[in-house]
C-alpha cells in the first residue's frame, strides 16, 4: 500500500500522477519533520524553505501544508513542471504559504543553478546572510549539477538552517527509470558511481561551517549550519 493511496488525486494535472508507477510517490520525511520541529522550536515567521527538484509534488503536497500565510516555499524544476504543480497547489485550501515556482528551460545545459545563481546574486547584494531555513536537494542526481547546486546552497543556507541531500546511494546503474540517452552521457565508472555521496564527500563532510545531523548509513544526508 503506498503512502498515498488514500487520497484522490485525480483532479488535478500534476499530482495526478502520483501512485501511477514511474514516480517518486513518497514524501521526504527528513524534510517535512525538519520544517515542523524548525518552526514549533522557533515560533519564527517568514519561514522560507526550497525543494529543488519536484518530482510529481508527493513532498510538495504535504510538506506545503507545514508552513502558514507569512511562509514561503519556493520549488525550482523545469517550467513546465514548476507551473503545472503551482496550478494544482493553488487549488488547495489547506496550503497557505506562499509557493514560487522557478523553473528553468529543458535546453542540455540549462538547469536549476541559473536560477539559484540568480538569487544568490540578489541575496548578495542585499547583503543577507542565507535566504532559506531548509532546503531539501532532489534533483538531478548528478555530480555535475548537485555538486554546484551545494557550493551556492551553503551560502543560501540561514545560519542554523538545514540542508538534506537526497538518494546518497542511488546510481544511474541502478535505477530502473534511467533512459538510454542518459547511459550515453556518462562514462561506465560515472554510470555505476553514488553521485550524490561524491558531492556530500567533496562539498559538506569537511566543512566546518556544516554539521552532519544524520548518520552514514542514512539514504540522506542532513547538515545543519553552524557557524
Ligand atoms: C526524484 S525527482 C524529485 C522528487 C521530489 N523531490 C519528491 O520528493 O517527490 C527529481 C526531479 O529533478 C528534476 N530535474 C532533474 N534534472 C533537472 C534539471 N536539469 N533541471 C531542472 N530539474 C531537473 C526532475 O525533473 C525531477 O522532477
Redesign the pocket.
Known sequence: MGFYDAYDFSRFKMLSRINTGN??????PE?INTIVEMRKRSGKRNFSVA??????????FLASQQLSEEDTYYI???ED?VFALLDDLKTIPEIECEIVAI??S?KTL????WNLSNMLLEMRRRDQDGMFDVV?L?????FL?DGLAVCMLKEMIKPNGILIL??LFWTYANSPIATEFEREQFPEDQWNARQVLRVQDIFLINDPKFKRLSDSESWRGVFKRID
Open positions: 514516480w517518486v510517490t513518497e514524501p521526504c524534510f525543494e529543488i527538484g519536484i518530482g510529481v509534488g508527493a513532498t510538495t525550482f524544476d523545469f513542471s523553473g528553468n529543458h540549462d538547469s536549476y543553478n531539501y532532489d534533483g538531478a542526481h548528478t549539477h537526497d538518494d
